[in-house]
């Protein structure tokens, strides 16, 4: 299959597998252990259905939705994933340009290949940071506030990262990061030929030794993070990070602040005291723990806990555009989507990215008309009815509808 036959996100994943070695799709495409909760982020969309609005005028509709007072073109974010340039070389330079484009938000990830300012300089939109606290207080600091003088408007702060999960597809692939230059690489490279020869070319320009992630470049010129930066970002991200580490980082980080993570409804009232500004629900896309609910099951949960106090988002399982308005609808005020992208990028590079959004926007589109809704205002509980009773503390075959509209 190629790009312009795809018509879902699950085609775009088609065309990345055929293109990408097998070692590097199951790096991105894998989760922990058994995989359980993988699965279930995707099975629990499956489980919701829908209870249109009927006789609705929706001759006009508009998609658009605000996250922190912004106003986005639609209610779907880039998350960080780390690895990009696995899929693409130059990533997520491609991920801040098009996202600006699209009219919505990337997320750039401290595991990543490009500097916070690098990033930045590649794009028009609007930009967040999704940050591993190093465990140095003073380095944290530093890297704070470069990603505020480098324009980032919101911080995500991940929490669910002490130690790396446990992801056999990488041990049984020989797979790790740092990744190097090994026989087995190579030999896995020669059944993809031309993305052996684009990562080959693009990593004869990396220098294998450089400045500490800590320490911005002086060099207006986009340029490849050294691979001891990458090294120290991922020693950060298995750094335990702790209610005082939010604390340090709430006192440090002047703007919306975002904890990433979040699984409990009973942690949310110190998580708002502590002045977080929103929450993401997130299982890391069962990369961690294998054997944690979905995401979308718990998200009723958090959203009745946080009680408009602050935002809430959701990633995992999302590969529709009618999971997104499933999303809305449960309480999130936008969702973030990971795998997707990775997918797109792999299967082609900018138009792979271009045609994600379109996919992802006409289904909404779509969707809002089927459903009654001209607005994401229009989009609430009583739209949806849960069928699975193990996938929420939900009685099966009853509305999820609450008095009112819930938060988006």
């Not at 930009?127 to 003073?138: E, F, H, K, V």
């Not at 703007?255 to 998580?271: A, Q, T, Y």
Request: proline residues 6%; charged residues 25%.
């Amino acid at each position: 299959m190629k790009l312009d036959k795809a018509l879902n996100i699950d085609d775009l994943r088609t065309v990345a597998r055929h293109r990408l070695p097998r070692m590097v799709f199951d790096a991105l495409d894998g989760g922990a252990d058994d995989e359980r909760s993988l699965r279930a982020n995707r099975l629990a969309y499956d489980s919701i259905t829908f209870r249109p609005r009927a006789l609705v005028d929706v001759s006009e509709r508009d998609q658009s939705t605000t996250v922190f007072g912004e106003t986005i073109s639609m209610p779907v974010m880039l998350s960080p994933t780390g690895s990009g340039r696995l899929a693409c070389p130059g990533a997520e330079l491609l991920l801040a340009r098009e996202s600006g484009k699209a009219g919505t938000i990337y997320a750039h990830g401290s595991v990543a290949s490009y500097s916070a300012e690098d990033v930045a300089a590649a794009s028009d939109g609007s930009l967040w940071y999704q940050l591993y606290l190093p465990p140095d207080r003073l380095k944290a600091r530093k890297l704070i506030e470069r990603v505020q003088a480098a324009g980032y408007r919101a911080l995500v702060l991940t929490i669910d990262t002490p130690v790396r999960g446990n992801r056999e597809r990488d041990a049984r692939n020989q797979f790790s990061l740092p990744y190097t230059i090994s026989p087995h690489l190579i030999a896995q490279g020669m059944s993809r030929p031309a993305w052996s020869a684009q990562f080959l070319r693009a990593n004869a320009r990396l220098p294998r030794w450089g400045k500490s992630a800590g320490t911005p470049r002086k060099s207006s010129k986009p340029a490849q993070l050294s691979l001891r930066e990458v090294e120290s970002s991922l020693i950060a991200a298995r750094w335990p990070a702790t209610w005082e580490d939010v604390e340090f980082v709430r006192e440090v980080w002047q703007g919306p602040l975002l904890l990433k993570g979040i699984m409990r409804p009973d942690e949310c009232d110190r998580i708002v005291s502590m002045g977080v500004d929103g929450i993401v629900v997130s299982n890391h896309g069962g990369r961690q723990l294998d054997g944690v609910p979905a995401t979308i099951a718990v998200l009723p949960e958090i959203v009745d806990a946080v009680d408009k106090r602050a935002e809430v988002f959701v990633d995992g399982g999302i590969r529709r555009g009618t999971d997104v308005v499933k999303a809305l609808a449960l309480g999130a005020r936008a969702c973030f989507v990971g795998r997707p992208y990775i997918y797109a990028l792999a299967a082609g590079r900018g138009p792979g990215l271009v045609k994600m959004f379109e996919m992802f926007r006409t289904e909404i589109d779509r969707a809002m008309a089927l459903l009654g809704c001209q607005t994401i205002a229009d989009i609430d509980r009583s739209l949806v009815t849960h069928s699975c009773p193990t996938c929420s503390t939900t009685p099966a075959s009853t509305t999820l509808s609450g008095a009112g509209s819930s938060e988006r």
